[in-house]
């Protein structure tokens, strides 16, 4: 490919991405199409030229199909010198077989009449298959190269070539007083006026496709970016809103209030943990423990608000409300307790000391909406986040590893119609008092 990106600018992950799928997918169809192409013209060839002249023509075609093969092994995005030299190559062995003489020939005509067989309509089959597999700069290359070629061509043969003067002779005496007629019929004439029509409808074929080519390429380019834009979402919504934001114009920008469920998850004891290790295992452990809640999370169509050093926060109902957020985001939290326990029974094996954690839901109300000026945040603030950090917070000192609000519960129950083997198993604690909330609360804790 001769370029990466129609502006000119360098390309990012996802614009490379795009580039090189789209060239590897084009290069494959270009080949494929190639060697269909050459064989119906091997067989073709076969009709027009019934003898054993033929086979020199099926030689140049062999050449070319082994030419596509070579461009298919060395295609890559950027500029590349041996795709340009195997492209050039093409355009010579196509030239080379319309104009040569053919040496399997019988016949011994001047070679002005290999230009009279309209072979130069071939050339369009390399150009066209170009266009599936390189850029609009290439293609137009393509155009001007022919050009080139073919006027050296057509040059070297006028020069080089011996005329037969008899035949010659012969059509001027066969229309005679049609000087014409007798000159356009004149085996020995190159017609250079037919040549340069050939040379200049290439060429404008040759723009016009660049130009189809540089409007796909910008597509292309466009595309890359959108699947930018929704791998960047992706790392904070789950894929169905994901999808739902990429279909809606500006969705986020709209500050409401919002039923929501809160979900906190936090390695208990992590300073201490981390103390006396090295840094690097350090970090190991959080990636592996964010991967895995994060997972969770994305699984139980939750929202990753923000990571919290060595916990997360999480979102259900964000920024879109649905008909099970609380369900959600206790199947979650239930979910990730499982996790962390097969988690635990791998590193018991290799050695390594378990990882406990605290997890605290909530249901309630929040303010959803953008800050920031430059680089706008998609922002969960309120008091229903206050509350579930600090029933996380409480599964230390109540020595659990789940706390849920009693109007989580309320509301999970509501939307499983009364009836929800995700409560089994917790205990109820009434009147607890939470930090910063001023009446107590009743809560439930899951050991």
């Known amino acids: 490919m001769a370029d990466l990106d129609p502006a000119g600018d360098t390309p990012g992950k996802y614009t490379e991405a795009a580039l090189l799928r789209h060239k590897c997918e084009g290069m494959d169809l270009a080949v494929r199409a190639r060697w269909v192409a050459l064989a119906v013209i091997a067989v073709f060839l076969v009709f027009l030229t019934p003898s054993r002249e033929v086979l020199f023509y099926h030689g140049f075609l062999a050449l070319l199909a082994l030419n ?10 950027g500029q590349s010198r041996a795709e340009l030299a195997l492209i050039f190559a093409d355009l010579a062995i196509m030239t ?3 104009v040569m003489p053919n040496p399997l020939s019988d016949e011994h005509l001047p070679l002005a009449m290999q230009y009279r067989n309209g072979n130069f309509l071939y050339l369009f089959v390399i150009l066209a298959a170009g266009t599936l597999a390189f850029s609009w700069r290439t293609v137009i290359g393509i155009g001007l190269w022919t050009a080139a070629i073919w006027t050296g061509a057509l040059i070297v043969a ?45 060429l404008i074929v040759a723009v016009t496709l660049g130009v189809s080519a540089r409007r796909f390429n910008r597509l292309l380019i466009d595309n ?3 699947e930018r834009e929704r791998a960047n979402l992706s790392r904070y919504f789950s894929p169905n ?66 990571y919290l050093g060595d916990g997360l926060m999480a979102t259900f109902g964000t920024p879109l409300a649905g008909a099970r957020d609380a369900t959600n985001a206790l ?71 789940l706390a849920i609000s009693d109007a ?32 107590p609360m009743t809560i439930w804790t899951y050991r």
Not at 421 to 434: E, K, M, V, Y
């Open 331 to 401: 199947a979650c939290a239930r979910a990730m307790v499982r996790v962390i326990d097969d988690w635990n029974l791998e590193r018991r094996q290799r050695g390594e000391d378990t990882i406990c954690a605290g997890i605290g839901v909530h249901y309630g109300t929040a303010v959803l909406g953008d800050i920031g000026a430059n680089r706008l945040e998609f922002a969960v603030i309120g008091t229903a986040v206050n509350v579930a950090s600090r029933l996380e917070a409480l599964t230390r000192p109540l020595s659990v590893r």
């Open 408 to 439: 989580l519960r309320t509301r999970v129950l509501s939307e499983s119609g009364d009836t929800a083997p995700l409560l089994d198993g917790f205990t109820r604690h009434a009147d607890q008092p939470i930090r910063g909330i001023e009446e």
């Open 224 to 226: 890359a970016a959108l």
């Open 158 to 202: 006028w020069w080089s070539s011996p005329p037969f003067p008899e035949l010659s002779q012969a059509a001027q005496t066969a229309f005679a007083g049609q000087s014409d007629l007798a000159a356009r019929l004149d085996p020995n004439a190159f017609q250079v006026r037919l040549r340069l029509q050939e040379v200049v409808v290439f």
């Open 241 to 306: 809103v994901v999808e739902e934001l990429s279909q809606n114009d500006e969705p986020l920008k709209q500050v409401r209030r919002q039923e929501i469920a809160v979900l906190f998850v936090d390695i208990v004891g992590f300073t201490r943990f981390s103390a006396d290790r090295d840094p690097y295992e350090v970090i190991e452990v959080l990636r592996g423990f964010h991967a895995r809640m994060e997972a969770e999370v994305f699984n139980h169509e939750g929202t990753l608000d923000k």
């Open 96 to 98: 080379l077989g319309i």
């Open 68 to 77: 596509g093969w070579l461009l298919r092994r060395v295609a890559r995005v």
